[in-house]
């Protein structure tokens, strides 16, 4: 049984999950951003008890399928932005949509509807909080920061933090 799950967003998230299934007695194969694999079916009641739990904790599990995709793409776009530190250079929305495993139009106009914002805007407010740690918590130089960022240069990046700490640039 597969269960979804809305704002995991770091180990510490994975951590939580796993001590709320253990506290259930419930046994799992894996547990990863956003999604948990148990190693058997469960019942409802037992759902709900998860639910209730994770709710606590700031997470809750999902039910509708756009849901499941909204989240899929959110997470996505965290693995991108915040865990994955040498990954090459790459088209955001082919990397989105493989992982997803849907076409990038459909989940692009599903995501824009639903959350308010392109995921191109998405990504960019996800970056530009990105580099706000990186320039706070590391030593790294700002031309450093943008090269790991992805950016072209540091004009791209530091254009790309102004217009993000405008307060109309992001919504959601």
């Known amino acids: 049984m597969m269960l979804r799950i809305r704002n995991m967003e770091s180990g510490r998230c994975i951590a939580m999950v796993k001590n709320e299934l253990n506290k259930q007695g419930i046994q799992?194969?894996?547990?990863?951003?956003?999604?948990?694999?148990?190693?058997?079916?469960?019942?409802a009641e037992k759902l709900q008890l998860i639910d209730m739990g994770l709710r606590n904790a700031g997470l809750e599990l999902m039910e509708d399928k756009k849901s499941r995709y909204i989240e899929m793409i959110k997470v996505t776009i965290n693995e991108l932005v915040y865990l994955s530190d040498d990954l090459p250079k790459q088209n955001y929305?082919?990397?989105?949509?493989?992982k997803v495993n849907r076409d990038y139009t459909f989940l692009s106009n599903l995501f824009s509807g639903a959350q308010g914002i392109t995921i191109e805007k998405?990504?960019?407010?996800?970056?530009?909080?990105?580099?706000?740690?990186l320039l706070v918590y590391s030593k790294l130089s700002l031309s450093d920061i943008a090269y790991k960022m992805q950016y072209s240069s540091v004009a791209h990046l530091s254009n790309q933090f102004k217009k993000g700490n405008r307060p109309e640039a992001f919504f959601f």
Do not use: F, H
């Open 28 to 43: 799992y194969k894996t547990v990863e951003l956003g999604e948990v694999k148990l190693k058997e079916n469960i019942s």
């Open 122 to 133: 998405y990504i960019i407010a996800q970056k530009i909080n990105r580099v706000k740690e």
């Open 93 to 98: 929305s082919d990397y989105i949509s493989k």
